[in-house]
């Protein structure tokens, strides 16, 4: 269903001398996401998970690479072109709209004004009330707030291919488990291929494969059984640091 082939994202920098090199964010990235499958991207800080989307969803341009949709070449396809196609991105910071409310929003997303329209996702996505509605998507809503509203919005497209960033932070706990539900109900009856990039050990537990990054690359992909031991042996000193070490991925941001 979406497949990416030796996908590179390089930058331009300079080393300590000053002089110029290319640096890659993304470092020749293979992978397959099926047709209706579950897959958690994890990895450490700053390993290229939020660029990989980026790429994908074509917010960044990919350096080398390709990126095929049901076969067909979209790695040179603007953002919208991609969204049209059923690409959907679920910001790791999701914008925040002054004078824009959530059904302003959804009008946009789902093409309809109609208010059983709206009723239906939200009954979908269970985790934002009637009242959300006319609440303005603006500086006032909470951090687990507009990541709710980003995930209905998300959602509301009927995507073909969902890519949440970090779907969970700022969620609260009594949420986390119906929101790894939700997505994988998504998954199962409307067929979506959702990729969450998470270090959540419920999504890792709920992914049918979990892919490990590490520095750009892809270091394993499996079950969580399979990964493990590979998120045992990678020094990942920030998770030490803030779990001690990991032993079960009961790791919690
Ligand atoms: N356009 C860019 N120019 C320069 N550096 C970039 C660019 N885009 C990303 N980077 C760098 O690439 C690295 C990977 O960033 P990215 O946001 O993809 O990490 P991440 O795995 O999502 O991290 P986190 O878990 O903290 O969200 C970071 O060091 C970031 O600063
Ligand atoms: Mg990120």
Not at 164 to 175: A, F, K, N, R, V
């Amino acid at each position: 269903m979406l497949w990416i082939e030796d996908l590179t994202f390089s930058v331009p920098d300079k080393d300590e001398t000053g002089r110029s090199f290319s640096r890659k964010i993304l470092d020749g990235l293979t992978c397959n996401f099926r047709k209706g499958g579950f897959y958690a991207i994890t990895g450490p800080n700053g390993c290229g998970k939020t660029t990989l989307s980026r790429v994908v969803m074509g917010i960044s341009p990919a350096t080398s690479g390709r990126i095929l949709l049901d076969g067909e070449d979209v790695t040179n396809l603007t953002v919208t072109e991609r969204a049209r196609k059923g690409i959907a991105y679920s910001f790791q910071h999701p914008a925040r709209f002054k004078g824009l409310t959530l059904r302003d929003l959804l009008s946009i997303a789902m093409g309809t004004d109609k208010e059983e329209d709206f009723v239906r996702v939200l009954a979908r996505v269970g985790v934002c009330s009637l009242d959300f509605l006319d609440k303005e998507v603006g500086p006032r809503l909470s951090g687990g707030e507009i990541k709710k509203v980003e995930l209905a919005t998300t959602i509301a497209r009927n995507p073909r291919v969902a890519i949440y960033d970090e779907p969970d932070t700022g969620i609260d706990l009594w949420t986390i488990g119906p929101m790894v539900e939700l997505i994988r109900r998504e998954c199962t009856e409307y067929g979506t291929t959702a990729i969450v990039i998470s270090h959540n050990e419920k999504f890792l537990e709920a992914a049918d494969e979990i892919i490990l990054m590490k520095e750009g690359r892809i270091v394993e992909k499996g079950t969580l059984a399979t990964v493990l031991p590979f998120l045992k042996s990678l020094d990942f000193c920030s998770w030490k640091d803030l779990c001690g070490e990991i032993a079960d991925v009961r790791c919690h941001r």
